[in-house]
């Protein structure tokens, strides 16, 4: 029989109680055992082994931490591989203008007489997921709308309206599933409230917890409280039994507070989970100083918030630490997004949107020219899907690799230069001090259930 050794992908956690953790995430296992057996890993390391001599290597056979060497996955990154650029899914960005002055805005909203989208644009992006829907024969392709502003303020809301009509007789017409969703402040006339939520499928709400917090970090435009306004949104929608998410910005000053966020949101929302995200400092923090809670602070509160929410009943999700979702690639920006500005630009990532960032130079991909229609930048679109994280020499061996997966693509840009170098990434201390959190959450819920020890 071949010999055994551990795969190469293994971390080794010690535990307060003496014992160590193994955690192979290529193999969604998680596993409990004392310091001979990781003696006998290092040696397996070495030399291999033998599991019929080793009996109390076994359960490590089963769960795929011990294997032949020939079938332990080198990687597992098929977003690297090579293939053509088309999208069935858009997010139009209709407008750069907002109604509320957010504290944090990453995209500075609101400031500027921008154009807004125009329609023959918007209806060029949906015509190309259709027909890419139906060349790839998906069966589906979906419709979003985000910022650069309010996606659904009363000045583009006919540009809104008009889409939504156009994709959905589309998708109709060439029997396919069709997916409206959009970004919101959630701050808009009833009349346009009735049409979301009957328009919309699904809806991700900004809403940044209670009264005081919501009102200082995301006041109206002319600095007036938001917060009733939203609510009543969330309670419009729960009465309607109509699909939407609640999303909280946190703040240096908000992080102490995430518990209470949650308990909040709880209590406004039949939601099963919540999504809390530390602010990055871009766009309007650096006229109005908003700033980033401390890694340590976000860990302790997200960590105290996580265990609120489990007495609720609730999960509170952080997109970065996400023990059931392995990946090599953060997010779409890896070439894959369509996302289209209010000048007609195409962007693969939403935090980049505007032509004067001068990230737009890496994330901007094509364009909407008048007599050719949408023309792509195959050679960026190929250097951002070359973007995975077996190729981040700063993240080979951490323990948050296949959940984070070198992190938000403009925030690493920012800090270094560059897509690769995540050195001065803020967040890897939170996204590695949470993923261990969660396997050692893993590892004692399945302790007390006595079951196996597989993630
Ligand atoms: S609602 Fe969104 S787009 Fe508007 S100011 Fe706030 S963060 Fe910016
Ligand atoms: S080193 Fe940082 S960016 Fe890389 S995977 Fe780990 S947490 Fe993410």
């Given at each position: 029989m071949a010999k055994l050794k551990p795969v190469k992908e293994l971390f080794v956690l010690p535990t307060e109680n003496g014992s160590f953790l193994l955690y192979a995430p290529l193999n969604r296992c998680v596993a409990e055992v004392n310091s001979a057996t990781v003696s006998a890993l290092k040696s397996a390391a070495r030399e291999g082994v033998d599991s019929e001599t080793h009996p109390q290597l076994q359960p490590l056979v089963e769960c795929g931490i011990l294997d032949e060497e020939k079938k332990t996955p080198s990687s597992t990154c098929e977003n690297g591989r090579k293939r053509e650029y088309l999208p069935t899914s858009v997010t139009l960005m209709p407008t750069y203008k907002c109604n509320l002055r957010c504290v944090y805005c990453y995209a500075n909203a609101g400031l500027d007489a921008e154009k807004d989208l125009e329609w023959n644009v918007a209806k060029a992006a949906i015509d190309l997921v259709?027909?890419?829907?139906?060349?790839?024969?998906?069966?589906?392709?979906s419709l979003g709308f985000h910022g650069g502003g309010e996606p659904l303020l009363a000045c583009?809301?006919?540009?809104?309206?008009?889409?939504?009509?156009?994709?959905?007789?589309?998708?109709?017409?060439?029997e396919l599933k069709g997916q409206v969703n959009?970004?919101?402040?959630?701050?808009?006339?009833?009349?346009?409230?009735?049409?979301?939520?009957?328009?919309?499928?699904?809806?991700?709400?900004?809403?940044?917890?209670?009264?005081?917090?919501q009102n200082t970090q995301r006041p109206k435009a002319g600095g007036q409280p938001s917060f009733d306004a939203v609510v009543r949104t969330v309670k419009y929608l729960e009465e309607h039994k109509k699909d939407y998410g609640l999303r909280a910005t946190i703040t240096r000053e908000s992080v102490f507070y995430m518990s209470d966020i949650v308990r909040f949101f709880k209590q406004i929302s039949s939601n099963k989970s919540f999504h809390l995200e530390p602010l990055a400092e871009t766009g309007r923090c650096f006229t109005t100083g908003a700033?980033?809670?401390?890694?340590?602070?976000?860990?302790?509160?997200?960590?105290?918030?996580?265990?609120?929410?489990?007495?609720?009943?609730v999960g509170v999700d952080y997109s970065a630490c996400r023990l059931h979702e392995f990946?090599?690639?953060?997010?779409?920006?890896?070439?894959?997004?369509?996302?289209?500005?209010?000048?007609?630009?195409v962007t693969s990532c939403l935090e980049v949107c505007r032509k004067s960032d001068p990230r737009s130079n890496v994330f901007f991909i094509g364009t909407y020219d008048a007599n050719d229609g949408f023309?792509?930048?195959?050679?960026?679109?190929?250097?951002?899907?070359?973007?995975?994280?077996?190729?981040?020499?700063?993240c080979a061996d951490c323990i948050a690799?296949?959940?984070?997966?070198?992190?938000?693509?403009?925030?690493?840009?920012?800090?270094?230069?560059?897509?690769?170098?995540?050195?001065?990434?803020?967040?890897?201390?939170?996204?590695?001090?949470?993923?261990?959190?969660?396997?050692?959450?893993?590892?004692?819920?399945?302790?007390?259930?006595?079951?196996?020890?597989?993630?």
């Open positions: 259709i027909n890419n829907a139906v060349k790839l024969k998906t069966k589906h392709a583009v809301l006919p540009i809104v309206k008009m889409s939504v009509a156009y994709f959905r007789d589309a998708c109709a017409k060439h959009s970004a919101t402040n959630g701050v808009f006339s009833q009349e346009t409230l009735e049409w979301v939520a009957e328009n919309i499928g699904h809806l991700n709400i900004s809403l940044d917890g209670p009264e005081v917090i700033k980033a809670p401390s890694s340590s602070d976000f860990v302790k509160y997200a960590i105290e918030a996580r265990k609120v929410g489990e007495e609720l009943g990946t090599t690639a953060f997010c779409g920006a890896v070439g894959r997004n369509f996302f289209v500005v209010p000048t007609g630009d023309v792509f930048d195959k050679e960026k679109i190929a250097r951002l899907s070359e973007r995975t994280i077996d190729k981040m020499p700063y690799k296949f959940t984070c997966a070198g992190d938000c693509l403009a925030k690493v840009y920012s800090a270094s230069g560059g897509l690769y170098d995540t050195r001065n990434n803020k967040r890897c201390g939170i996204n590695q001090d949470l993923m261990v959190y969660e396997i050692k959450l893993l590892a004692s819920r399945r302790n007390h259930d006595n079951k196996q020890l597989t993630a």
